[in-house]
């Protein structure tokens, strides 16, 4: 009887550490979103003057949910580990109850950005996890001792936990969740993949206002009093053409003079640099990037510069880039246009980053550290789009695949 309830307690630590280990890695995999859903839950709280530590703050959170998962699933300091996940159990009723009462429009970020869930559904799985761990902890007498290979298995997966979370650090996401994921297509495109001409998608722009800390979102036809704040707005698909299978995104184009140009990055071979936060961007990085630009173009490329500045903010860049010298003005006044900030730090999550789009569809991504050489940029402009993103969608997948599978082997296993 004993061998039976302490095999159910264990049963129920694993599936609760499962799901902390893996909840912690799709948020760590992603530093810059989780980092955005921390500061929605600031601004939340009214502790919006504490944005500027929302990206150190979510990966803190994320290592430690993906430690203490680690540690459920290992069976190691069983008391103390107890306590602290019972602790962060508790926050998170506490958080996903607010929520609900509240009801927000934001994501909970649980799973990053890869599973969304309501504040309701949300709630339920933390009443069911809660239940889990107390089915696991009590009593506490009866947690019993791990085996001392499992310091071991703890001690590996941390390591590899430390490597995944640098990288994430420096480089994009290698498994991109977002709309603007890879074969994503951008709204203006003209080409579909069978061939033929898809219905027209109905587009609606959607107002955002704030009032009395909570925000709610409006149309154009129900537009609120001015007792509410504006705070943004958006255009947002509510009827997709043919293929409602596919992602479609939009990608604003503006120029200095303000019209639209969204059709220039549905061209044949566009090279698109988007730069989130030009303001935080040395100058040294901009003539790096200059320079990558002319690169894309020398190799048949159609090269795009997208701040996500307004024009007169544009100017001023062009002026402080004009006195550090080194840089063609001349071309990067031809490249530079302007979109929004949501847009750009949504499509790549590198300040500085590459995208590359071929007749309207997203081939593949490069942050900053990793922007193709000269040589890897003329091999992507004569080789079949199609190919480059096959492969790169194959090669973050299975890298991802890989490194879930090592970390439960050596935890479960070892």
Known sequence: MNVILERSKRFCGYLVGIVFFV????KLMDPVGSGLIVEEYFRFLHVGFLDFLSKPAAIFLSMAESLVGAALVTGLWRRVVAIVTMSMMGLFLLISAVLVIFNPVMDCGCFGEAVHLTHMQTLVKNLVLSALCCASFFPFSALGRPKKRKYVAFSLVSAALVFFGIYSLLYIPVVDFTDYSASARLAVSDRHSDGHPAAEDEYAAVFVYEKNGRTREFTLENLPDSTWTFVSAETVRVK?????????????????????????ASGHRVMVVSVYSPETMPMRKWKALSEYL???ADNGFRPLLLAAA??????????????YGGIDMEFMRSVL??????????????NGGATF???GFL????SFRSLPHSDRMSELGVEDPTEALLSYGTVGNLFFQAFFLLCFAVMLLL
């Open 310 to 323: 307004s024009p007169e903010a544009g100017a001023a860049l062009l002026d402080s880039m004009e006195g």
């Open 23 to 26: 909840s912690g890695v799709f």
């Open 337 to 350: 246009y302007y979109s929004d900030y949501k847009t750009l730090i949504t499509m790549n999550r590198s």
């Open 363 to 366: 081939v593949r991504k490069w």
């Open 240 to 264: 997709p053409g043919k293929r409602s299978d596919e992602s479609i995104v939009s990608l604003p184009v503006i120029d200095s003079m303000g019209e639209s140009h969204d059709r220039l």
């Open 294 to 296: 002319q690169s894309a």
């Open 357 to 359: 789009f071929s007749d």
